[in-house]
């Protein structure tokens, strides 16, 4: 017996499940040519990392101030500046373990405040040779600047006439006591290059030509009580 034909649109009959077609993938397109990292680009430019006098003055296991000038590339939040110290005795390096911090103000500059502790070595040293000699300096580093820097060096024991020749010590760096004092200038342009041959005037009446590292020194004598004040700079 044959079974009996029955339509497709009767009750109960169904098709099989017939299989679905997956879509084809679309192509990618590919680019092969160079592809451009851009790179951060620096906020601050430092430089011109110096010592000055603190209220004790320039003395072992005292407190001296450190300063650098901080300039803005762009507008930025990050005004921290990080320093590290260190102490140079016979020629070596040592970190003297008192990081510090600095934030930069609205005129450009970051300071902290450094303890001019003995080193280990010249700690050692001044037992045999107490007129031994180190040299103080500092590193200063902004997480977005140009690169880190590092500062002048301060001779110690400190002595007016040893660092007055020093670029960038503060005019401050002389010592109160003595009779002579040197009031120091530096001239820098905008990109901290310096003014080379500028005339600066002072209010004592001499006029000093600042050299090719835009430092202008006044030298003053029986000046404790004196106040001197800068008429005018002609730049070339």
């Avoid at 002048?152 to 109160?176: H, T």
């Avoid at 001499?206 to 404790?224: F, I, P, R, T, Y």
Wanted: glycine share 8%; proline share 6%; net charge negative.
């Amino acid at each position: 017996m044959t079974d009996a034909w029955r339509d497709v649109n009767d009750v109960g009959f169904s098709v099989g499940k017939q299989k679905e077609k997956k879509p084809e993938p679309k192509p990618v397109d590919v680019d092969d040519g160079p592809q451009t990292i851009e790179k951060d680009e620096p906020e601050v430019k430092l430089s011109n990392g110096v010592f000055i006098e603190g209220p004790d003055g320039f003395n072992f296991n005292k407190k001296c101030s450190i300063q650098v000038n901080a300039k803005l590339l762009k507008e930025t939040s990050r005004k921290k500046i990080s320093f590290k110290t260190f102490v140079i005795f016979d020629g070596e390096e040592e970190d003297l373990g008192q990081p510090l911090e600095g934030f930069i103000s609205d005129d450009g500059i970051a300071k902290a405040d450094m303890m001019l502790f003995y080193g280990d070595k010249y700690s050692q040293a001044i037992g045999d040779d107490p007129e031994a000699k180190c040299y103080y300096k500092f590193k200063a580093n902004h997480p977005k600047g140009t690169g880190e820097i590092e500062s002048e060096e301060l001779e110690m024991p400190y002595e007016a006439s040893a660092n007055s020749n020093e670029p960038g010590i503060s005019p401050s760096a002389v010592s109160p006591d003595k009779e002579e004092k040197t009031i120091k200038l530096l001239l820098i342009n905008e990109n901290d290059e310096p003014y080379k041959g500028a005339a600066v005037e002072f209010s004592t009446g001499e006029v000093l030509e600042s050299d090719e590292n835009g430092k202008v020194e006044l030298k003053l004598s029986n000046a404790n009580e004196i106040e001197i004040e800068v008429v005018s700079i002609k730049l070339k």
